[in-house]
């Protein structure tokens, strides 16, 4: 089919109003999407499907939508699959008689278990046809085998895999493996689904409405739908709601809720007191310490269970049980519910100080026992999100300040307020800057308090800014850039990678753009440990969501998998770079000059990565390029 876009599953496969769907719909879907270049036409195709799953059995949205991000459950929820390679190499030799070596060394060849589990199935004949697998029963299954203890998956996997037809193997192997391979993430799948909504309701009528009017309807049913995920990020409530009561209710049925995490609000970087006053001129601000540990999410529910929640939103309740005992204390009577934006740092119980970050990541991560722990913390609250059943986001800062204070406790040590200040006088900005670095601080979080002073869930907001000491020289803030692609080494780096190739991400076209090759900053064993970890995850070719000249071909393309935090000399337009191409220059991209290695950031996942935006940001705000911008404005 030329135009992939126009697949309709629901004319295709064999399936009726009300029945089961088969999950060869789904994968050949998915095959659709893998081979489409273009992410308007793959949200397309994932859309025609959600249409066609709405109008014939709309009970099996859920999964499919699931499937779509090879998840299980909203992801604080930390059920995953994960299935080691090893173990499906075995199930594919023991249900399709192919040898070991020969998986192995097809899998080498392809970069794909997935291709080799279809091929192998599909060589092999049946004596009797499987009944065909569905998308309900393959999700159920997948849920039993991610609870199941390890050797107990091995029955349930080959079940399904036996019943495997075309591109179901493929998909269903990949999905086990933790990686779908068709590039569709969280922007694009709430597309999807907008689309897939919108497209059900009209069906037969569409081709009268028009194409304006079917885009117009479908970005304003994506921006409900992402308002909502951004408040409620959990597709098990979203979505039976949707069915149950429509689009138009469903931000008011899905609120925020303590237990449920949402997307933290995060701030804009900035390289001096001046900048910093310049953009808040004529608002009121406050400056709070910044304080360097680990940022949570501290969650009470009415009936009084707690939890607490990283960055990411992953579940780190029990890395802290020496919190969550003391927890009663921290609130005045009379607070049944709330949300607290909150970070934890290492605290040291004699010198009553704080300890550098490095000290908090020996803590070990999960099912700490309260016996055993070594280094203590302390948490400093900076903001209220919800209190008593009420959600506070859209209330300006200083009232969910103040409420903070006159619901929560301080207590010497374990829990305490941001430290901060209300000014606008650079000389106390400057001052307080200090006296945060002495208290052993990344500096200062500069935030508005009345006007443009909501707490925007999910975004890096121009109404927060930081301000580090490590900005005051050099080129602003660090970046956060996923390693895309390895360059072989040479003389003593021979047999590891000798340099890699970084991208930035561009959140709006779900892409990564290459940024610059990095050499340096590494140790010889660092080298190794890289190598040994993006050895699992090489693939054959450039992916489509990949941006880059093919002058920087690498010799092995990485699955974007790992953030790491890099620091250079500064930014410059390049011809062959493609980071915020279209946006600092019309053609050309932005690179880094000189990068050098800082750290892994294990909480980044790739779409946390530093963005297009974000490069082109701090490219402008050099010196050297505003001195030429205000030069230009003269002139002109
Ligand atoms: P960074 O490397 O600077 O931590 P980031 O991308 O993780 O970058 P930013 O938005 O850049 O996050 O910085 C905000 C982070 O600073 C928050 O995520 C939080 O963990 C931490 N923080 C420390 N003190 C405060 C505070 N008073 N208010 C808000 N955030 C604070």
């Given at each position: 089919?030329?135009?992939?876009?126009?697949?309709?599953?629901?004319?295709?496969?064999?399936?009726?109003?009300?029945?089961?769907?088969?999950?060869?719909?789904?994968?050949?879907?998915?095959?659709?999407?893998?081979?489409?270049?273009?992410?308007?036409?793959?949200?397309?195709?994932?859309?025609?499907?959600?249409?066609?799953?709405?109008?014939?059995?709309?009970?099996?949205?859920?999964?499919?939508?699931?499937?779509?991000?090879?998840?299980?459950?909203?992801?604080?929820?930390?059920?995953?699959?994960?299935?080691?390679?090893?173990?499906?190499?075995?199930?594919?030799?023991?249900?399709?008689?192919?040898?070991?070596?020969?998986?192995?060394?097809?899998?080498?060849?392809?970069?794909?278990?997935?291709?080799?589990?279809?091929?192998?199935?599909?060589?092999?004949?049946?004596?009797?046809?499987?009944?065909?697998?569905?998308?309900?029963?393959?999700?159920?299954?997948?849920?039993?085998?991610?609870?199941?203890?390890?050797?107990?998956?091995?029955?349930?996997?080959?079940?399904?895999?036996?019943?495997?037809?075309?591109?179901?193997?493929?998909?269903?192997?990949?999905?086990?493996?933790?990686?779908?391979?068709?590039?569709?993430?969280?922007?694009?799948?709430?597309?999807?689904?907008?689309?897939?909504?919108?497209?059900?309701?009209?069906?037969?009528?569409?081709k009268k409405m028009g194409e304006e009017k079917l885009k117009s309807e479908i970005?304003?049913?994506?921006?409900?739908?992402?308002?909502?995920?951004?408040?409620?990020?959990?597709?098990?409530?979203?979505?039976?709601?949707?069915?149950?009561?429509?689009?138009?209710?469903?931000?008011?049925?899905?609120?925020?809720?303590?237990?449920?995490?949402?997307?933290?609000?995060?701030?804009?970087?900035?390289?001096?007191?001046?900048?910093?006053?310049?953009?808040?001129?004529?608002?009121?601000?406050?400056?709070?310490?910044?304080?360097?540990?680990?940022?949570?999410?501290?969650?009470?529910?009415?009936?009084?269970?707690?939890?607490?929640?990283?960055?990411?939103?992953?579940?780190?309740?029990?890395?802290?049980?020496?919190?969550?005992?003391?927890?009663?204390?921290?609130?005045?009577?009379?607070?049944?519910?709330?949300?607290?934006?909150?970070?934890?740092?290492?605290?040291?119980?004699?010198?009553?100080?704080?300890?550098?970050?490095?000290?908090?990541?020996?803590?070990?991560?999960?099912?700490?026992?309260?016996?055993?722990?070594?280094?203590?913390?302390?948490?400093?609250?900076?903001?209220?999100?919800?209190?008593?059943?009420?959600?506070?986001?859209?209330?300006?800062?200083?009232?969910?300040?103040?409420?903070?204070?006159?619901?929560?406790?301080?207590?010497?040590?374990?829990?305490?307020?941001?430290?901060?200040?209300?000014?606008?006088?650079?000389?106390?900005?400057?001052?307080?800057?200090?006296?945060?670095?002495?208290?052993?601080?990344?500096?200062?979080?500069?935030?508005?308090?009345?006007?443009?002073?909501?707490?925007?869930?999910?975004?890096?907001?121009?109404?927060?800014?930081?301000?580090?000491?490590?900005?005051?020289?050099?080129?602003?803030?660090?970046?956060?850039?996923?390693?895309?692609?390895?360059?072989?080494?040479?003389?003593?780096?021979?047999?590891?990678y000798g340099g890699f190739l970084l991208a930035c991400y561009d959140d709006e076209?779900?892409?990564?753009?290459?940024?610059?090759?990095?050499?340096?900053?590494?140790?010889?064993?660092?080298?190794?440990?890289?190598?040994?970890?993006?050895?699992?995850?090489?693939?054959?070719?450039?992916?489509?969501?990949?941006?880059?000249?093919?002058?920087?071909?690498?010799?092995?393309?990485?699955?974007?998998?790992?953030?790491?935090?890099?620091?250079?000399?500064?930014?410059?337009?390049?011809?062959?770079?493609?980071?915020?191409?279209?946006?600092?220059?019309?053609?050309?991209?932005?690179?880094?000059?000189?990068?050098?290695?800082?750290?892994?950031?294990?909480?980044?996942?790739?779409?946390?990565?530093?963005?297009?935006?974000?490069?082109?940001?701090?490219?402008?705000?050099?010196?050297?390029?505003?001195?030429?911008?205000?030069?230009?404005?003269?002139?002109?």
């Amino acid at each position: 089919n030329p135009d992939k876009s126009n697949y309709h599953p629901l004319n295709d496969a064999a399936w009726r109003k009300g029945e089961k769907i088969p999950y060869l719909a789904l994968t050949r879907t998915f095959q659709l999407i893998e081979e489409t270049r273009g992410r308007l036409k793959m949200v397309e195709i994932l859309g025609n499907f959600f249409s066609s799953v709405i109008v014939t059995n709309p009970d099996d949205l859920l999964a499919s939508i699931y499937l779509s991000i090879n998840q299980l459950a909203p992801a604080y929820e930390g059920l995953e699959l994960g299935v080691a390679e090893t173990t499906l190499m075995k199930i594919i030799c023991d249900t399709t008689g192919r040898k070991m070596d020969f998986i192995k060394s097809q899998t080498h060849i392809t970069g794909d278990l997935g291709i080799v589990a279809e091929q192998s199935r599909m060589a092999q004949r049946m004596m009797f046809k499987p009944a065909p697998l569905t998308i309900s029963g393959v999700f159920k299954k997948l849920k039993d085998i991610a609870n199941a203890p390890g050797k107990n998956k091995v029955t349930p996997i080959k079940d399904i895999f036996i019943a495997c037809r075309g591109s179901e193997a493929r998909f269903f192997i990949r999905s086990l493996i933790g990686k779908l391979r068709i590039g569709i993430a969280e922007q694009s799948l709430i597309n999807a689904v907008a689309t897939g909504i919108v497209k059900s309701k009209y069906m037969d009528k569409m081709k009268k409405m028009g194409e304006e009017k079917l885009k117009s309807e479908i970005d304003e049913v994506t921006l409900i739908l992402k308002t909502t995920y951004c408040q409620c990020p959990n597709y098990d409530k979203i979505i039976p709601t949707l069915l149950e009561h429509g689009i138009d209710e469903i931000e008011e049925r899905c609120p925020m809720l303590p237990g449920v995490p949402i997307k933290p609000m995060l701030a804009q970087p900035t390289k001096g007191v001046s900048e910093v006053l310049e953009r808040f001129d004529g608002l009121t601000i406050t400056c709070e310490f910044k304080y360097d540990g680990e940022r949570a999410q501290i969650h009470c529910d009415e009936n009084g269970v707690i939890s607490i929640f990283s960055r990411n939103q992953e579940n780190n309740t029990t890395k802290y049980p020496d919190i969550i005992c003391r927890i009663g204390e921290f609130s005045k009577s009379g607070v049944k519910s709330y949300i607290i934006d909150s970070e934890i740092v290492a605290w040291d119980v004699e010198q009553k100080m704080i300890l550098p970050f490095q000290v908090l990541t020996t803590r070990k991560r999960k099912n700490v026992d309260v016996g055993e722990i070594k280094v203590q913390v302390c948490v400093y609250a900076f903001d209220l999100l919800y209190l008593n059943g009420e959600p506070l986001v859209t209330k300006p800062f200083a009232d969910r300040r103040k409420l903070m204070k006159e619901n929560f406790n301080e207590t010497e040590g374990m829990w305490h307020f941001a430290h901060a200040m209300d000014t606008s006088d650079v000389d106390e900005v400057q001052a307080f800057l200090e006296e945060s670095i002495k208290g052993n601080c990344e500096g200062l979080m500069v935030k508005t308090l009345q006007k443009d002073a909501t707490y925007e869930i999910a975004r890096r907001s121009r109404n927060w800014l930081k301000l580090k000491k490590d900005y005051l020289a050099g080129c602003g803030d660090s970046l956060d850039l996923v390693v895309i692609g390895g360059y072989r080494g040479k003389g003593k780096r021979t047999g590891s990678y000798g340099g890699f190739l970084l991208a930035c991400y561009d959140d709006e076209n779900e892409e990564y753009q290459s940024i610059c090759k990095i050499g340096t900053g590494f140790s010889d064993e660092s080298l190794q440990t890289h190598a040994e970890f993006f050895k699992n995850h090489v693939v054959p070719t450039k992916k489509s969501y990949i941006a880059c000249d093919s002058s920087l071909e690498p010799d092995d393309w990485f699955e974007p998998v790992q953030v790491w935090e890099v620091k250079c000399a500064d930014l410059s337009i390049s011809p062959i770079h493609k980071a915020a191409i279209g946006i600092a220059d019309p053609e050309k991209g932005i690179s880094l000059r000189f990068p050098r290695f800082i750290r892994i950031r294990d909480d980044k996942t790739p779409e946390m990565a530093t963005t297009g935006r974000e490069v082109a940001y701090m490219y402008n705000s050099q010196d050297q390029i505003k001195n030429q911008q205000s030069r230009q404005n003269v002139i002109d």
